[in-house]
């Protein structure tokens, strides 16, 4: 999968994400410091930094479902709400995993695009369709947006880039990821490096500790 990356802010937009930037006591109090070895840095409100579907994606569940699809989405989310959190992130990976994997060229005829829930549910998707139909589940079950992150990685070996959903639960930063069957610890996955997070909230950029972080500017591509 390739992502396709777009500029959708100038500078005074930036600058003022920077300035509207979520504070944190200390670096330990980040729900997401740390996330596979990286560092983080917010870059901005998720509805001005991100392009309009991309949010909407993030925001809401906007496209009605048909009737299999609707009573899919319901059991799921039902079975959710009954379930403690560690228990919530198991059962919807195991649930959203039994889903087809499909190419967005082959199944919209496009580079990328990222599909609603009703959308994927019907025809199956790719990694960041997986990624979002989790991140739709866990919300509407009641699990707060602010502990979930859509997370854009890069493959350390192959350079291969890479969406997962990354879950803070009890201190713990758990990857949700369609090519693993079970949920895993942060820390027990080395062959990622992120790029990018965001959720309906925000976007933040990742660089490696041992690098120093790029400078954003005007001429930075965005997810």
């Known amino acids: 999968m390739s992502w396709k990356l777009t500029l959708t802010t100038g500078f005074a937009v930036l600058m003022a994400g920077a300035l509207s930037a979520p504070a944190y006591a200390d670096e330990t109090a980040r729900p997401f410091s740390g996330?596979?070895?990286?560092v983080e840095r917010w870059v901005g409100d998720a509805r001005?930094?991100?392009?309009?579907?991309?949010?909407?994606?993030?925001?809401?569940?906007p496209q009605p479902m048909d009737t299999t699809s609707a009573r899919k989405w319901d059991i799921l989310v039902t079975l959710l709400r009954s379930q403690n959190r560690l228990n919530q992130l198991k059962l919807v990976q195991q649930f959203?995993?039994?889903?087809?994997?499909?190419?967005?060229?082959?199944?919209?005829?496009?580079?990328?695009?990222?599909?609603s829930a009703a959308e994927f549910l019907q025809r199956g998707g790719d990694c960041e369709d997986f990624a979002l139909t989790k991140y739709r589940a866990l919300l509407d079950a009641g699990f707060p947006a602010s502990e979930m992150r859509l997370v854009l990685v890069e493959e350390s070996f192959t350079g291969e880039q890479h969406a997962v959903l990354v879950a803070?639960?009890?201190?713990?930063?758990?990857?949700?990821?369609?090519?693993?069957?079970?949920?895993e610890d942060h820390e027990l996955v080395s062959n990622y490096r992120p790029l990018y997070s965001m959720n309906a909230q925000g976007l933040w950029q990742h660089h490696d500790k041992a690098r120093p972080m790029p400078q954003i500017s005007v001429a930075t591509p965005r997810p």
Do not use: C, K, M
């Open 168 to 183: 803070n639960h009890s201190g713990r930063r758990i990857i949700l990821d369609n090519r693993r069957d079970n949920i």
């Open 48 to 61: 001005t930094e991100l392009p309009t579907q991309r949010f909407v994606r993030l925001a809401e569940n």
């Open 35 to 38: 996330l596979v070895g990286s």
């Open 96 to 115: 959203v995993n039994t889903q087809p994997y499909v190419a967005d060229e082959d199944l919209w005829g496009q580079a990328d695009y990222w599909s």
